[in-house]
Nanobody, 129 residues
Framework: QVQLVESGGGLVQAGDSLRLSCAASGPTLSTYAMGWFRQAPGKEREFVAAISRSGGSTYSTDSVKGRFTISRDNAKNTGYLQMNSLKPEDTGVYYC??????????????????????WGQGTQVTVSS
C-alpha cells in the first residue's frame, strides 16, 4: 500500500503563495488517482482538488478555482498543490489522498472522502489577514 507524507505548509499572509507537496512511498504513484482535502477548525474535511492518475484531468472546488493548481510528477512519486492569492478562509489542515485507479479509469477524478483509501497525516496552512 502507498504511504503519503505532506509538506510545505506554514504561516503566511493573505495574498501570499504556498506549494504543498505529497510524497508517496511504496507502490508507484502513477497507478493512483490523487486528491487534496482540507479541514478548518470545527468543520468537516472538505474537498479541494483532484487529479487523475495520468495527470491529464484535474478538477477543483469553486472556492479555489483560479487560485489553486493541482499537479503531479509521477517520475518523482509526488503530487503538488500550488496555492496562490491565499485568503484567511483557506486556513486549515491540508491532506493529500490517493486511491488505486485502473488504466481504464486513467482520466477519472474523485471528489468524495470515501473515494480515497490512503491519506497523509496533514500539513497546517494558516493565512493571516
Amino acid at each position: 500500500q502507498v504511504q503519503l507524507v505532506e509538506s510545505g505548509g506554514g504561516l503566511v499572509q493573505a495574498g501570499d503563495s504556498l506549494r504543498l507537496s505529497c510524497a508517496a512511498s511504496g507502490p508507484t504513484l502513477s497507478t493512483y488517482a490523487m486528491g487534496w482535502f482540507r479541514q478548518a477548525p470545527g468543520k468537516e474535511r472538505e474537498f479541494v482538488a483532484a487529479i487523475s492518475r495520468s495527470g491529464g484531468s484535474t478538477y477543483s472546488t469553486d472556492s479555489v478555482k483560479g487560485r489553486f493548481t493541482i499537479s503531479r510528477d509521477n517520475a518523482k512519486n509526488t503530487g503538488y498543490l500550488q496555492m496562490n492569492s491565499l485568503k484567511p478562509e483557506d486556513t486549515g489542515v491540508y491532506y493529500c489522498a490517493a486511491r488505486p485507479s485502473t488504466i481504464i479509469h486513467r482520466s477519472s477524478l474523485y471528489t468524495r472522502r470515501n473515494d480515497y483509501d490512503y491519506w497523509g497525516q496533514g500539513t497546517q496552512v494558516t493565512v493571516s489577514s
